[in-house]
């Protein structure tokens, strides 16, 4: 049985809408109702958690750390449902998740993403959430088992494209990063998903000019992560790629 739902006005006012599901065994209807209004109007449950370590007799001075996240944990914040039955294109179901939101986060805009005619089952069953969704589907790759990737960029527009196939990104021992014509490019502006290269490292060796060699050339990386600190701290995070995860991902199995 499922109860109806209850809602915090006043968080949602706050915070935004986030849906959550609470299960329990054994439960009357009216057990269910009271524990779920219990846990809608939870201090702990409908607002950010903190908490606080004092300590007195010292300098009297303290620190505020605050976690910020970003635009794309929102996919976190509603439960995907579709009853309808057949096959769509994987695409198509990403951008409905998308257009789902409850808190009209994500631009409209989805020229962006890029069109996958993979067929992909329409319906969905409201108990996973659409981050859950959007990260199968996108693990899925394409029919070539091609990798993808999805993000949230400028103007909280979504990006969905086939992992890219040419270097963006150079780097030399000692030097900063810099782009295919040597132009220096500033940490703050180095983005993950492109393809870093180091030109001294095999001197002598030819650089890659397509896919294929690409990744088996033991001085490319697939940026997966970028970090950076002010001033100028960068942490460059690559690995190489395999379509084994997407072949395995059509079929239903995890990775291995």
């Known amino acids: 049985m499922t109860t109806a739902v209850a809602n915090n006005t006043v968080s949602q006012t706050k ?5 959550k599901i609470k299960s329990t065994n054994g439960a009357t209807a009216t057990d269910a109702a009271q524990m779920r209004d219990m846990v809608v109007n939870d201090p702990t449950r409908c607002y950010p958690a ?8 010292g300098s009297g001075s303290f620190t505020v750390t605050i976690n910020i996240l ?12 579709n009853s309808a039955t057949g096959d769509i294109n994987l695409s198509t179901k990403i951008t409905n998740v998308l257009t789902a939101s409850t808190n009209a986060i994500f631009s409209s805009d989805y020229s962006k993403i890029t069109a ?10 409201g108990e996973q959430t659409g981050m859950e969704i959007i990260k199968n589907l996108v693990n899925k ?10 993000g949230v960029y400028a103007g909280r527009r979504v990006v969905y494209k086939p992992i890219p196939t040419e270097i963006k990104y150079q780097r030399r021992r000692g030097k900063p990063v810099t ?11 180095i983005q993950p998903v492109e393809w870093l290269f180091r030109p001294d490292f095999l001197v002598g ?4 000019i397509t896919a294929a060699t690409l990744g088996l050339d033991p001085r ?20 190489k790629l395999s379509q084994i995860d997407q072949v395995l991902a059509q079929r239903g199995i995890g990775g291995m």
């Open 70 to 81: 970003g635009y794309w944990h929102w996919l976190l914040a509603y439960y995907y449902a």
């Open 116 to 125: 996958n005619t993979t067929q992909i089952g329409t319906y969905a069953s």
């Open 141 to 150: 790759g394409d029919s070539s088992f091609n990798p993808y990737s999805i």
């Open 220 to 239: 490319a990386n697939l940026i997966e992560s970028v970090k950076f600190s002010t001033p100028y701290k960068l942490s460059i995070n690559g690995r």
């Open 50 to 57: 903190t908490s606080g370590d004092m300590s007195f007799g």
């Open 15 to 19: 915070i935004g809408i986030w849906h």
């Open 179 to 189: 782009d295919n014509l040597d132009g220096e490019v500033k940490a703050w502006d």
């Open 205 to 208: 060796r030819n650089i890659p």
